[in-house]
């Protein structure tokens, strides 16, 4: 596609579920980032990949959040044992860039609701 | 560490009038530094960015930001505002990989 897709767009889950959110980047970028954006807020960084190695995981708030890109293409973060405060939109961004400051391009986010 | 600070989480003005968005950051090292504008159920979109090299960045959409190393300042400019300007605007900067955003500001323009 021409741009990068997050899959679902949004998501309600009672607390205590497993969540799994899909990002697909675009074609051919090295890096993927995932960011949380609470309400109000600007993103923060949870973790990012170059290829499917995933170089930096400092930002995931707990253990519970884990994110994959096993194929260095398509990632997905999964919440385990959602809580309330893990409501919030996740953006995916991937860049061409294997070092440095490359151009970002976000995704859309998928707006998590915990209920 | 680095952080940015963007000062006013709400910034109105008339169409045609000045655009003023207020930056400040703060970096031990030479800084990279980005503007984005987030639409309503929209990604982020890049409007400038600084790197090295000339301080005045020219961006899409008539913005432009001046990079003020003595003042720690990256402000967002755009000389005359447009309805389709309104938006959540987010200052970032970079330690080389990952972005660190501010909280954003959010333009309103009125006719």
């Known amino acids: 596609g021409a741009g990068v897709s997050q899959s679902p767009r949004y998501k309600v889950a009672k607390r205590g579920q497993d969540v799994a959110l899909r990002c697909d980047p675009i074609?051919?970028?090295?890096?993927l980032f995932w960011y949380q954006q609470a309400l109000g807020q600007g993103p923060e960084f949870l973790t990012y990949?170059?290829?499917?190695?995933?170089?930096?995981k400092s930002g995931l708030p707990s253990d519970r959040f884990f994110a994959e890109r096993p194929e260095g293409s398509v990632s997905t973060l999964k919440i385990q044992r959602t809580q309330q405060e893990d409501s919030a939109v996740y953006l995916c961004?991937?860049?061409?860039?294997?070092?440095?400051?490359?151009?970002?391009?976000f995704g859309p986010g998928t707006r998590l609701t915990v209920l | 560490a680095q952080s940015v600070t963007q000062l006013g989480s709400h910034v109105s003005v008339s169409e045609g009038a000045l655009v003023l968005l207020r930056c400040n950051y703060s970096s031990s090292v030479p800084p990279y530094l980005f503007w984005y504008v987030q639409y309503p159920n929209q990604g982020l979109q890049l409007l400038l960015k600084?790197?090295?090299?000339?301080?005045l960045v020219k961006g899409i959409n008539g913005f432009e930001a001046e990079f003020k190393k003595s003042e720690t300042s990256f402000h967002l400019t755009k000389p005359s505002a447009h309805m389709s300007d309104a938006a959540e605007y987010f200052c970032a900067v970079s330690p080389g990989t990952a972005l660190i955003f501010g909280k954003g500001t959010t333009l309103s323009v009125s006719s």
């Open positions: 990949f170059q290829n499917e190695a995933q170089l930096d």
């Open positions: 074609s051919g970028h090295v890096s």
């Open positions: 600084y790197t090295t090299g000339a301080t």
């Open positions: 961004a991937s860049s061409s860039i294997d070092r440095g400051v490359g151009k970002q391009f």
